[in-house]
């Protein structure tokens, strides 16, 4: 049969970050051949898969992933050559089981997320369909509302900028994805020149966006603010403001430590800020807004703004059916965000999104701050239909891959494609 799988291969290749990656190859027997690279985090979650690292510190401090390359090459691929690349499920059951660990400790989420995602779309080549049609079928028209990161902080930035990792902002009311990239795009340019004429560094963080040094995290509200309206945009109906936190970096002995502003609070007091900049600003999606193990924290946050705005667990829920399962029974969230490698397999990952359907809530497709040039996730989210997606800001080339390849996804679609907009948002 042609989409029996042939040959597995991986290598180690470097991310964005400049450190070690896997990069997984898969040739089927009728010829079909896909290669797929696996992201990285910095501000990963506790409840994460295991990625595997060497830990050999003569070799990129110890960043090394020969393990995990020696994983994909040996035991997994001697498991998967001759099973059909067309049963993904099957494929990454096999991997789940020959590691048998509950975190992938055994081979690494890094060493079976390659394979997994190198598999499906070698299946796609083998039946010449984009990736996103053979992921979602002939329905999967629903073009993402892209959320641009552009003010990195936290962990993104050496902690040497805001405490708030990602401001990001989404062109809700765009009519089409490629307008919604020019509009980004144009707030972006327009943000540059707001820090530049405003004194502050232009340099930028781990996904592109600004890191300017700042008192207080709402300033990075108000210099995105005039950065809208600059670029000619209405704050609130074309463009709104994202955020992602990424509390749990800052969480220390049951507080937030507001380290910019020198000041320690309890998850009462985010709420409340919060709450404040809800009403303040054009501010529609919360990410990570408390940390990954203050359930009661995020459940008081859903009481008082989950009608307001969606909040997306990340750390709290790390694309894992069980977490997710439980935020759901203790109604602590109304969204989630979705990483291939925080669960380490497409299977798992399309599951992780399907239970949160089920819930009516949001599931947003995310990168990872370590990427690679792959573009996985763009079609992935057209598959699923998630209606939103963040991967950075719209400039370096990791990040705009993504956004190039969902301009790609919308001319092959033409008349069929629908822009998510406003409707992305679950509150
Ligand atoms: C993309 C993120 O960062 P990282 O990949 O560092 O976890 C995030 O926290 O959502
Ligand atoms: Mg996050």
């Known amino acids: 049969m042609y989409t029996k799988i042939e040959r597995i291969h991986a290598r180690e290749i470097l991310d964005s970050r400049g450190n070690p990656t896997v990069e997984v190859e898969v040739s089927l027997v009728g010829g079909a051949f896909a290669r797929a690279g696996v992201p990285s985090g910095a501000s990963t979650g506790v409840h994460e898969a295991l990625e595997l690292r060497d830990g050999d510190k003569s070799r990129y401090g110890g960043k090394g992933v020969k393990k995990a390359v020696g994983h994909v090459n040996n035991e997994i691929a001697a498991a998967l050559i001759g099973m059909d690349a067309l049963d993904q499920g099957a494929v990454d059951r096999a991997m789940i089981e020959l590691d048998g660990t509950p975190h992938k400790e055994k081979f690494g989420a ?27 079928g002939a329905a999967a028209n629903r073009m993402p509302v892209p959320m641009f990161n552009i003010l990195n902080g936290g962990a993104h930035a050496n902690w040497q900028g805001t405490d708030l990792q990602e401001f990001m902002i989404a062109p809700v009311g765009a009519p089409n994805f490629a307008e919604a990239l020019r509009w980004g795009s144009e707030v972006y340019h327009s943000l540059k020149k707001v820090l530049k004429d405003g004194g502050y560094s232009t340099g930028v963080g781990d996904e592109g966006g600004f890191a300017p040094v700042l008192k207080r995290n709402s300033d990075a509200m108000d210099l995105i603010v005039q950065a809208i309206e600059k670029a000619g945009y209405r704050p609130g109906d074309d463009v709104v403001i994202a955020l992602d ?32 900049w809800a009403k303040k600003y054009p501010f529609l999606v919360l990410e990570d807004g408390l940390a990954e193990d203050d359930w009661e924290g995020w459940k008081l946050l859903n009481r008082e703004l989950g009608g307001k705005l969606e909040l997306v667990g990340d750390d709290l829920f790390v694309t894992n059916v069980e977490r997710i399962q439980r935020g759901i029974e203790e109604n ?11 669960i380490g397999t497409l299977t798992e990952t399309v599951a992780a999104v399907q239970l949160a359907y089920g819930a009516n809530w949001g599931a947003m497709v995310s990168h990872r701050s370590g990427e690679t040039v792959d573009s996985f996730i763009a079609d992935l989210t057209v598959a699923l239909g998630t209606g939103h997606l963040k991967t950075g800001a719209p400039c370096r080339a990791e990040r705009v891959e993504k956004y190039n390849q969902l301009m790609r996804i919308e001319e092959y679609l033409g008349a069929s494609a629908v822009y998510a907009g406003r409707k992305a948002f679950v509150r």
């Open 110 to 136: 890094n060493a079976i997320l390659g394979v997994s995602m190198a598999v499906a779309r070698a299946a796609a080549d083998a039946c010449d369909l984009p990736l996103f049609r053979y992921l979602g």
């Open 245 to 276: 936190p990424a509390s749990s970096g800052f969480y220390e002995d049951g507080l937030y430590n507001l380290r910019t502003e020198g000041r320690k609070v309890d998850a009462a007091e985010m709420v409340a800020m919060y709450a404040d």
């Open 332 to 342: 602590a969230a109304n969204a989630v965000l979705i990483k291939l490698n925080q």
